[in-house]
């Protein structure tokens, strides 16, 4: 048995979560993974992944930051995980929790003590099923509208807006959309997506690249001058960082799919 589905959030919580999926399976997995460029909650309701590039195991309720490396995600089967995959620059917003820190680490939920997130974890596990958990998620997240300081998660969100338009937009660009001065916005957007402007830049024109050969283009001179690059070398240097292997290797070992400029629906 192996179900994989995507649910899409109420209307309320759709400028903060993307979408949610549940893997339900008794086969043992791996896979590659690649940065997205979204935060995201992850809920372990039985046995959890093994991240071998981080020597850990992720916690039954663990939370994902932004990273900047590839990474394999293997499983032993019995595994029924619940995900919520955050816009960039949202969770740290909703729930107010310092996102920065979680810079290239999967973070067990529980250990920030924040009570909100501990109760939603303590939900969730205990749900009957994965659809009374996607419930019980938005049910939470719903609670925490009231309470969700929306001033700088507009200025960022209006960033990157023009960001995932314009993949090679400059750090001055988007700060004069936020009407921020470069430095303060550089530290808004920190605090708020977890990885500096640059840095989140090249990983918006990864996702991009990876959309366009999802699609069906394989010419990488043309996919380096639609995503932003400086030339086919520079994308090609950057595909090996963010995945460990080239696009043209990328495209014979596996199926490419862009998490960031895709939607599910």
């Known amino acids: 048995m192996n179900i994989f589905r995507y649910f899409l959030p109420s209307a309320r919580l ?14 043992n997995q791996e896979a590659l993974t690649f940065p997205i460029g979204c935060p995201q909650l992850i809920f372990h309701r039985r046995s959890q992944f ?32 619940i ?53 019980l998620i938005e049910k939470c997240l719903l609670s925490r509208l009231e309470d969700t300081a929306i001033y700088n998660f507009k200025r960022v969100g209006a960033s990157l807006k023009h960001l ?25 957007f920190f605090n708020a997506v977890g990885m500096k402007p640059k840095e989140y830049s090249s990983v918006v024109r990864f ?3 990876l959309w366009l050969m999802q699609n069906g283009n394989h010419d990488f001179t043309d996919i380096a001058y639609s995503c932003g690059y400086a030339d086919q070398s520079h994308f090609i240097r950057e595909c090996r960082r963010y995945s460990g292997i080239t696009p043209a290797e990328l495209l ?5 799919y862009s998490d960031l400029f895709a939607s599910p629906f």
């Not at 759709?14 to 086969?27: A, D, G, S």
């Not at 071998?52 to 995980?81: H, K, M, Y």
Request: aromatic content about 12%; overall charge negative.
């Open 14 to 27: 759709q400028p903060f979560i993307r979408y949610y999926w549940i893997l339900r399976t008794n086969e």
């Open 252 to 256: 014979k070992t596996q199926p490419v």
């Open 83 to 135: 995900v919520v995959v955050f816009h960039p620059h949202a969770i740290g917003t909703m729930f107010n929790i310092p996102v920065s820190s979680f810079y290239n680490h999967e973070i067990d939920g529980y250990s920030l003590g924040n009570k909100w997130l501990n109760i939603l974890a303590d939900d969730v596990l205990s749900a009957k099923d994965s659809i009374e958990a996607i419930k």
């Open 50 to 81: 093994y991240i071998p590039e981080l020597v850990t195991e992720q916690a039954c309720f663990s939370i994902s930051g932004q990273v900047n490396f590839p990474a394999r995600i293997q499983s032993s089967g019995d595994v029924e995980t």
């Open 164 to 188: 995932f338009i314009d993949n090679a937009t400059s750090v001055e660009n988007m700060a004069q959309l936020a009407c921020l001065g470069r430095k303060q916005f550089e530290r808004v």
């Open 207 to 209: 996702q991009k690249s």
